[in-house]
Structure formats: structure tokens, C-alpha cells
């Protein structure tokens, strides 16, 4: 093979590997290039939904707690039936529970912002812990009920405590659908 073969067959092999390399490093940008917009759509949808988790979830907790302090005011005041204690601690409790019907905008706007932004299965959970959360709320009215008009509220304690009970669990498992949608991260 005489010297000019050999160069060209040189530069032509070179300019190939050149144009290999130059490919390969291409498509490993793209590559990137691909990776980084998924994971800047992620985020993108991430950062509302945390802040709509977040949101229905302090809310809720708040109105949770309110109405459980209604309910302790509420047995108190049943077992202080005829004793002056008795309309301070009623007062109590329907300041609570006014005070939990005060967040009734907030926490629906809350959902309403879940359903927007999804998905179905923390939708579900907000909804349920919702229900769970209207059901303790009717029978702590029951037994305010039941209080005013001298009636025993022995018989309503266990549905009480049973539905707190309730509604906290299926608070825990919006909190577990929500931290589940976002990637592990913690509310």
C-alpha cells in the first residue's frame, strides 16, 4: 500500500471516529436534555400539589382538633350537671364548635383545589377523611344536643370516641396517599 492510500484511509478512519464520537456525545445530551425536562415537569407539578396537600391537611387538622375540644368541654359539662361550672363549660364548647364551623370555607376550598390537581386516589382519601371528619363533627352536635336538653350522653361516648378515631385514621391515610404522589417527600 503506497503512503497516499494510507493517509487517506488514515483521515477517513479518523474523520469516522471523530463523527462517532461526535454523535454519541449528542445523543447523550439529548439524553440529559430529556432528563432534566422531566424532572423540572415533576416539580412543576409537584410544587402545587404539596402546597394543596398541605393546605387541606392543616385545615382539616384544624377543624379535628376544635371539634375534639368541644367534645372534651362537652363531657366535662355532663358530668357537672346542676353546678355552676356547668354553662362555662357549654360556652366553651360552642365556642369551639363555632370556631370549627369558621374553617367549613377553608377546608372546602382546600378539597376544591385537591380535585384540581389530583390525582383520583388522594382526591378519595381528602374525600373520605371529609366524611369521617362530618360524621365525628354530627355526633359531638348530637351530644351538645343531648346536654342541652338534660339528656345522658353515656350512651353517645363510645360513637364519639369511635368516630374521632376514625377520622383520624383516614386523615393518616390522606397523608400517606399524598406523600405517596409526591415521592416520599414528608407533608
Known amino acids: 500500500m503506497d503512503s497516499g492510500v494510507a493517509a487517506v484511509l488514515g483521515a477517513t478512519v479518523g474523520a469516522i471516529g471523530t463523527g462517532g464520537a461526535a454523535v454519541v456525545a449528542a445523543m447523550l445530551a439529548r ?3 430529556r432528563m432534566q425536562i422531566r ?6 407539578l409537584r410544587d402545587p400539589r404539596k402546597a394543596a396537600y398541605v393546605a ?6 384544624n377543624r379535628l382538633e376544635l371539634t375534639s375540644n368541644a367534645w372534651i368541654e362537652l363531657q366535662l359539662a355532663a358530668d357537672r350537671r346542676g353546678e355552676p361550672e356547668l354553662e362555662g363549660l357549654l360556652r366553651a ?6 370556631e370549627a364551623d369558621s374553617l367549613s370555607t377553608a377546608l372546602e376550598h382546600a378539597q376544591a383545589v385537591i380535585y384540581v390537581e389530583g390525582p383520583r386516589a388522594v382526591t378519595e382519601a381528602a374525600n373520605e377523611a371529609s366524611g369521617q371528619l362530618v360524621v365525628f363533627r354530627r355526633k359531638v352536635h348530637d351530644a ?3 346536654i342541652q336538653n338534660e339528656v345522658s350522653v353515656d350512651n353517645l361516648s363510645e360513637g364519639c370516641s369511635e368516630s374521632r378515631s376514625d377520622a383520624y385514621s383516614a386523615y393518616l391515610r390522606f397523608l400517606h396517599a399524598a406523600s405517596d404522589v409526591l415521592g416520599g417527600d414528608v407533608l
Request: glycine content about 0%.
Open 31 to 33: 439524553s440529559q436534555v
Open 39 to 44: 424532572a423540572e415537569h415533576r416539580r412543576s
Open 56 to 61: 387541606f391537611a392543616e385545615c382539616w387538622r
Open 93 to 98: 364548647a360552642y365556642a369551639y364548635r363555632e
Open 144 to 146: 351538645f344536643i343531648a
